[in-house]
């Protein structure tokens, strides 16, 4: 039983533990090629939080990380089998009910650890701050705390050669092998702009990609997951134990 860890710590433990930060980490739930699970973003997200807060708390921070959110905003893959979308409206009104109980119990913090590409929790951050102006409400997207071709050769982020490395150190028994994988190639728009990162239109995912994929997972090897997992795990931690600390009465220098 891992104290950190809401899911499987017990009210006796939690009535008189010190709480300083709740962690929620929020994925979804959707194809990711032909070799990975539907599964896939929750797993990661999931692992990431869990062994963040472990290192956070080794470092005498208090972190508390909630059950995972597993279903995100796919809002352009519904032709997709069994893609689940869960509107941005409806991930306000998760996360209104959720702060609701933190700000009851006196927790001031809260991070909303992202998993999904789709997911993005700015500009319900920025509403929730209006409610609830006494807690310090922060986001993370896990997969943009380090530079991919530090550790990978091909990118494309959506289960691409960082996913599948990951996945083959997380949890191998769920990756079907390389060789059944897609080429996960990905189509461009037409027009150049919505290429860069100065506009943006959401993309129908069905219409760019046959095997669900965007990028290629052929180079994917369990050591390089480990070695990305484990720096990610190190920066979020040390986040969460800075958060833990911090006074959100006094956030600035
Ligand atoms: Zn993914």
Known sequence: ??????????????????????VLPWGAT?????????????????????ESAREAWDQGARPIVLPLIPFGVNTGQMDIKLNINLNPSTQL???????????????????????????????????????YPKIFICGCN???AFKNSDYFEAGGGHADEME????????????????EAGK??????????????WAWAERKWSQVT???????????????GEKCFNEVIKKIGNFIAELSKADVNNMYE
Do not use: C
């Open 142 to 144: 896990w997969y943009q």
């Open 184 to 197: 996960g190639r990905g189509k461009k728009f037409r027009i150049k702009a919505l290429n860069e990162n």
């Open 30 to 50: 959707e194809a990711h090629n032909y070799h990975l699970p539907f599964a896939t973003d929750n797993i990661m997200v999931d692992k990431i939080a869990q």
């Open 1 to 22: 039983m891992r104290p950190y860890i809401l899911a499987e710590t017990n009210w006796k433990t939690i009535k008189d533990q010190n709480i300083d930060i709740a």
């Open 93 to 131: 009104a998760v996360l209104d009910d959720i702060v609701d109980v933190l700000k009851r119990h006196g927790i001031n913090k809260f991070l909303i650890l992202n998993g999904h590409g789709g997911n993005d929790f700015k500009q319900i951050i920025r509403e929730l701050g209006l409610k």
């Open 164 to 179: 599948t490395s990951m996945m083959l150190y997380l949890s191998p028994e769920m990756v079907l092998p390389l060789n």
């Open 210 to 224: 046959t095997d669900t994929g965007i990028g290629d997972p052929s180079r994917a090897t369990a050591g390089k």
